[in-house]
């Protein structure tokens, strides 16, 4: 058990909805990272948040958008969704740069 | 610039033999390489990682070999379990700035008893 927490497991919805999904960083670390894992794609960077303020940017599409909270929590908003978003979005702490990241069980996002 | 292209995209080892998996980069910016075991339905967990200051590192079963010259590195499994079958990614990222990853495509390696 890596210590991240992702929720939910699994995430079932329709083409142009809007989901949320949640990330629990390690206790003490600082650092939240967003990765989507594709077959077509591998895994690719998103979004990284650092104390709560965003810290980099990678290929993240404007419909997605995401946050850290003052708990350090941290969410991933998907907006009007595509068939193509479909995959499984990992989330992943560290202390902060530079410095092991941990991943969470992710999440596994199926548009239908 | 920022790809990392990993070989093979899947292989089949007999037990006891040795696997081994291939990365190399493009960008010289990267100062950190760590490799990731991923099983079905879990999240990638760290393996085994090195720095360009040395050319190779050894965990246990695992090493790592870079050649920072020819900007390539590589995983080595010696005598593979079949307890190792599971995807290996080889990544990289700059300690300057966010650090974030970036992934090869990653390997699908089966060990057969």
């Known amino acids: 058990d890596s210590g991240v927490t992702q929720t939910p497991k699994h995430l079932i919805t329709a083409t142009g909805q809007r989901v949320t999904l949640r990330c629990s960083p390690r206790?003490?670390?600082?650092?939240v990272y967003w990765y989507q894992q594709s077959l077509d794609q591998g895994l690719q960077f998103l979004i990284q948040?650092?104390?709560?303020?965003?810290?980099a940017k990678g290929n993240i599409l404007e419909r997605f958008s995401a946050q850290q909270f003052p708990d350090l929590h941290s969410e991933l908003n998907l907006s009007s969704l595509e068939l193509g978003d479909s995959a499984l979005y990992f989330c992943?702490?560290?202390?902060?740069?530079?410095?092991?990241?941990?991943f969470g069980a992710g999440t596994r996002l199926s548009v239908l | 610039q920022q790809q990392v292209k990993q070989s093979p995209q899947s292989l089949i080892v007999q037990k006891g033999g040795i696997s081994i998996i291939n990365c190399a980069y493009e960008?010289?910016?990267?100062?950190?390489f760590p490799w990731y075991q991923q099983f079905p339905g879990k999240g990638p967990a760290l393996l085994i990682a090195?720095?360009?200051?040395?050319s190779e590192k050894k965990e246990g079963r695992f090493t790592i070999s870079f050649n920072k010259s020819a900007k390539q590195f590589s995983l080595h499994i010696m005598d593979s379990q079949p307890g190792d079958s599971a995807t290996y990614f080889c990544?990289?990222?700059?300690?300057?700035?966010?650090?974030?990853?970036?992934f090869g495509q990653g390997t699908r390696l089966t060990i057969n008893p």
């Open positions: 206790s003490g670390d600082l650092s």
């Open positions: 960008n010289t910016a990267f100062d950190y």
């Open positions: 090195i720095r360009p200051d040395v």
């Open positions: 948040y650092y104390n709560g303020e965003e810290r």
């Open positions: 992943a702490s560290s202390l902060g740069p530079p410095s092991i990241q941990y």
């Open positions: 990544a990289a990222s700059a300690i300057q700035g966010a650090q974030k990853l970036v």
